[in-house]
């Protein structure tokens, strides 16, 4: 069977998404696998004290307020975070899972905006490639315990909803979009820029 350029290059591009994804795994695997990697970094440790604080009954911002202003963020991340706590188990493990579960969601994000504005099945699966792609370089974004990853993941899906009602005109969907955009905006406070 002879394969014209257009079939190589699916193939091709298949084969990309098949082993950016197996890196994908991988990488996956090697974060939940090492607990102590990466809460060596200041912004995350506070997240965990700050679930922490709650799950224990404390105010979430301790008075007087100890850290300087540029490290308080919105509280929807440490709220969040405390409820994945509460439900599976204290341990640093469940923190990195939340964080797993929020990369996750933003790749089926990307996958269902690109689905809405009419691509098709292969070239969004080489979009959710392509930003698999930077997961080596870009860990300690993507899998990290940061207000980032969920308010990229609520934006992503306020988009998918937003799209939803431009596309449908029902009031739901809308209201939908809204919802997961402030819900973002608690995560940290630039996302409330997407939202409007």
């Known amino acids: ?4 350029n257009n079939q190589l290059l699916i193939y091709l591009l298949s084969g990309l998404c098949a082993v ?7 990488e996956a695997a090697q974060y939940l696998a090492f607990p102590g990697f990466p809460y060596e970094g200041p912004w995350q ?7 922490a604080r709650i799950l224990e009954g404390l105010p979430l911002y301790p008075d ?17 975070h405390a409820g994945f706590l509460l439900v599976l188990g204290k341990s640093i493990l469940t923190m990195k899972l939340s964080a797993l579960l929020f990369c996750l969601a933003n790749i089926a994000g990307i996958f269902v905006i690109a689905r809405q504005l009419g691509a098709s099945r ?26 980032d990853n969920p308010g990229t993941a609520l934006t992503l899906w306020g988009t998918a909803c937003a799209l939803l009602a431009l596309k449908y005109g029902k ?19 630039p996302f409330a820029l997407i939202g409007m």
């Open 45 to 51: 440790g506070l997240h965990v004290i700050a679930a």
């Open 64 to 80: 007087p307020l100890v850290e300087a202003s540029y490290y308080v963020y919105s509280p929807a991340l440490p709220w969040i």
């Open 20 to 26: 950016t994804l197996l890196a994908f795994v991988i």
């Open 171 to 189: 009031n739901h969907h809308a209201l939908m979009a809204g919802f997961l955009f402030a819900l973002a905006a608690l995560c940290k406070q």
């Open 122 to 147: 292969l070239s969004t699966l080489i979009g959710v490639a392509y930003y698999l792609s930077f997961f080596t370089l870009l860990q300690f974004w993507h899998l990290s315990v940061r207000p």
């Open 1 to 4: 069977m002879k394969l014209d």
